[in-house]
């Protein structure tokens, strides 16, 4: 099945080179100029994904990641003319995915659109994978979620509440690989939009932990390009 991408950008020229680009990898790529046609679009045709750019004619970029998001989780990218801008743009926490900025190479988009797709739709775990995660977490790990202490073989961890919720979901199937996305989703309480590299360092935290307490019986590993199994 294509993925059908709404390029939103005024400037024609930038918009066919996108066009181009993403036609060429086989995405079904539709242009809107104006930012006043953008929401009944996205509500009738209901893309796969949206390429965003912030200064349009009519409703301009952060009012219309608002609006989408009051109806929609389509992955967005959201596009500016000046780096500076990003910053301002994540503290608003829009909801969007991801950010680009002015000028990009062709190619860096459809890089970062395939990767935003990955992200959001995570791989299917493999039936291997299924069968492993049945297992029970290992006696070596007490974890009291209303007393909010976790023991690894005995000896007690101390962990901020991301790394609590995270050693509880990994430890409960081992040898199962989460996703980012999966783990971003359940530990978080808040709905927060956090980038990969926030649950990366949030990981490398838990990882260092837990391998002193266990004197390095307790490893999760980074499975290259999906996300994170604890394994024993
Ligand atoms: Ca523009």
Redesign the pocket.
């Known amino acids: 099945m294509t993925t059908k991408i709404l390029i939103v950008?005024?400037?024609a020229k930038l918009a066919q080179l996108m066009i181009d680009y993403l036609s060429l990898d086989g995405f079904d790529c539709h242009n809107i100029n104006h930012g006043d046609l953008v929401i009944d679009w996205v509500k009738e045709q209901q893309p796969q994904f949206i390429l965003l750019?912030?200064?349009?004619p009519g409703k301009d970029g952060i009012s219309l990641c608002r609006e989408i998001r009051s109806f929609s989780n389509v992955p967005i990218i959201m596009v500016t003319?000046r780096v500076e801008e990003i910053d301002r743009l994540l503290g608003l926490e829009l909801g969007a995915d991801d950010y680009i900025c002015k000028p990009f190479s062709p190619r860096e988009v459809v890089a970062r659109v395939k990767s935003v797709l990955r992200r959001s739709n995570p791989a299917p775990q493999t039936h291997n994978n299924e069968v492993v995660s049945e297992a029970k977490p290992p006696k070596n790990i007490i974890i009291d979620p209303d007393k909010f202490i976790a023991t690894v073989y005995g000896v007690e961890l101390e962990l901020t509440p991301i790394e609590f919720r995270l050693l509880d979901l990994l430890s409960q199937s081992p040898n199962r690989v989460f996703s980012r996305e999966y783990l971003m989703n359940n530990v978080y309480t808040d709905n927060r939009i956090v980038s990969d590299r926030t649950m990366d360092s949030h990981i490398k935290n838990l990882r260092k932990k837990i391998k002193k307490a266990s004197e390095g019986k307790i490893i999760i590993s980074t499975v290259y390009g999906v996300g994170y199994k604890m394994s024993f």
């Open positions: 950008e005024d400037e750019d912030l200064m349009l003319a």
